[in-house]
């Protein structure tokens, strides 16, 4: 029984997290290389003025996935903590 539950609930987060990733991460990665493609047509910008333009595209993506990765952390943590996982003790 609970191994059934175990599955249902790693389906349930398998789901959650590939709508995310196709609703919003994709997104944010679209507008993450619009980005960079203009900090690399800025002809008058030095390599290092354009590489720091790219790195600031990339910190909304990468502040996203690492809030997902973390919830994520702290939802497996709090499973691993329910009660339904701790064993009873046997009857006498």
């Given at each position: 029984?609970?191994?059934?539950?175990?599955?249902?609930?790693?389906?349930?987060?398998?789901?959650?997290?590939?709508?995310?990733?196709?609703?919003?991460?994709?997104?944010?990665?679209?507008?993450?290389?619009?980005?960079?493609?203009?900090c690399?047509?800025?002809?008058?910008?030095?390599?290092?003025?354009?590489?720091?333009?790219?790195?600031r595209?990339h910190?909304?993506?990468?502040?996203?996935?690492?809030?997902?990765?973390?919830?994520?952390?702290?939802?497996?943590?709090?499973?691993?903590?329910?009660p339904?996982?701790v064993p009873?003790p046997e009857?006498?």
């Amino acid at each position: 029984m609970a191994e059934v539950q175990q599955l249902s609930v790693q389906e349930a987060v398998d789901t959650m997290v590939k709508n995310v990733e196709r609703k919003n991460i994709r997104k944010m990665q679209g507008l993450m290389f619009q980005c960079s493609a203009g900090c690399c047509e800025d002809n008058q910008a030095s390599m290092q003025q354009v590489h720091q333009c790219i790195e600031r595209c990339h910190v909304p993506l990468a502040q996203a996935q690492a809030l997902v990765t973390s919830e994520l952390e702290k939802f497996q943590d709090r499973l691993a903590r329910s009660p339904s996982r701790v064993p009873l003790p046997e009857d006498p």
